[in-house]
Structure formats: structure tokens, C-alpha cells
């Protein structure tokens, strides 16, 4: 069973900092992997999808790559700000027979705080 | 919501109630989710549906059910016999290659 973890759970950084989040899976037989951002009381959005055979892809200030053969996958944040504060989520979907429509595995979050 | 509209946005069951949940969307994708999330728990996958007539359970679909009479919609009953249906609902659509679309959100309390 695939299993997805988030280091850390929570984080607190002054504004204008770099920083990581981390996200490792056990099962490496993943289609993809997604980043997404959720702010209280709202739904999911899509921040950035890596396909399998991808080792990164860029949005604006934000990175992230994916180590396959690790299972593990790291989102950068580049000069945060306040308005990045929110909860990410990292989620996996497993390569089912080569279809992307299977379902998705996630971890539990990590909670951003950036202070001005 | 890129085309996902779930209501209503707050929804509250008595003890023994019957409710349900709506997602609608124009996207004209096949497969949709509803996932459940909790605090502390992450999303945990309740059902899913990849083709119209046909669904599968998730994680947890007990005290659940589901239709899929038309490709735009997908709703989902929490029925009484799920225990603590208290969580907030989120319905999504796969398009493929371009990955998951989640919707805006469900908050179901029991009073």
C-alpha cells in the first residue's frame, strides 16, 4: 500500500526566506506526483504536476522535483511572502496498467506560516 | 473551480438523516472523486467513478452511496448509518495527463 509522508508538519518562517518541503513515498510505480495548496476552509489547487519520467518542473517561485528511484519529492518556494502562508498538500497516483485515472494517495500536509 | 461546482457549501445532518452532496462539472471528463478530509487525517478516498453506471468504493465507503447517471454529475449520500459524517467533502475530476481539479469544498456538521 502506498504510503506518503510530509516533513515537516508545520513550518513558521520570516517573509522573504527560501524554503523546502519535503514529501517521500514508498511505492516508486507512481504516474505522477502533485503539489497542491489549500487555504482554510477551501478546496484543493493544483500547483504543480510532475509526470513520472520528469525530474522537475517551474511555476513563478516555485520548483519542484522528483527523485523516483528515492521516492521522494521536494517543493522550493523561492522568496516566500505572507500570502504563501496555507496548508501543502503533496499527493501520488499510482501508475495502474499505464492509465492516469486511478486514484490518488496523499500525505497529510505541511502547514506554512510566513510573518511579514 | 476550473469547471467543478459542488453544494451547497455548508450542509448540516440531524442523527438518522439522509443528506446529500452535489458535484456538477463542464469539463466533459470521465472519472470523478469525492474524498473526505479531516483534520489531522489528510484526504481519505470514498468512491470513485471512471465511466457513467459505474462506480467503485474507496478507503472508507461505508455509510456511503453514489450515482453516476450523467458524465456531469456525481453526488454522494452520507447516509445514516456513517457514524461521524462531521468533515469537509471534496469532490474532484482526473483529466489525465494534466492530473487532479478539486472543487471548492462541502462542510457537512451533525447537529
Known amino acids: ?116 | 473551480d476550473g469547471g467543478i461546482t459542488q453544494s451547497p457549501k455548508y450542509l448540516f445532518r440531524k442523527e438518522g438523516q439522509n443528506v446529500t452532496l452535489s458535484c456538477e462539472q463542464n469539463l466533459n471528463h470521465d472519472a470523478m472523486y469525492w474524498y473526505r478530509q479531516d483534520p489531522g487525517q489528510g484526504l481519505r478516498l470514498i468512491y470513485y467513478s471512471q465511466i457513467v453506471n459505474d462506480f467503485q468504493k474507496g478507503d472508507i465507503a461505508e455509510g456511503y452511496s453514489v450515482s453516476r447517471e450523467k458524465k456531469e454529475s456525481f453526488p454522494l449520500t452520507v447516509t445514516s448509518a456513517q457514524k461521524n459524517p462531521t468533515a469537509f467533502y471534496l469532490c474532484a475530476i482526473a483529466q489525465g495527463a494534466g492530473g487532479y481539479t478539486f472543487g471548492s469544498g462541502t462542510r457537512l456538521t451533525v447537529v
Do not use: M
Open chain 1, 1 to 116: 500500500k502506498q504510503e506518503v509522508t510530509q516533513i515537516p508538519a508545520a513550518l513558521s518562517v520570516p517573509e522573504g526566506e527560501n524554503l523546502v518541503l519535503n514529501c517521500s513515498f514508498t511505492d516508486s510505480a507512481i504516474y505522477n506526483l502533485q503539489w497542491f495548496r489549500q487555504d482554510p476552509g477551501k478546496g484543493l489547487t493544483s500547483l504543480l504536476l510532475i509526470q513520472s519520467s520528469q525530474r522537475e518542473q517551474t511555476s513563478g517561485r516555485l520548483n519542484a522535483s522528483l527523485d523516483k528511484s528515492s521516492g521522494r519529492s521536494t517543493l522550493y518556494i523561492a522568496a516566500s511572502q505572507p500570502g504563501d502562508s496555507a496548508t501543502y498538500l503533496c499527493a501520488v497516483l499510482l501508475n495502474a496498467g499505464g492509465t492516469s485515472y486511478g486514484k490518488l494517495t496523499f500525505g497529510q500536509g505541511t502547514i506554512l506560516t510566513v510573518h511579514p
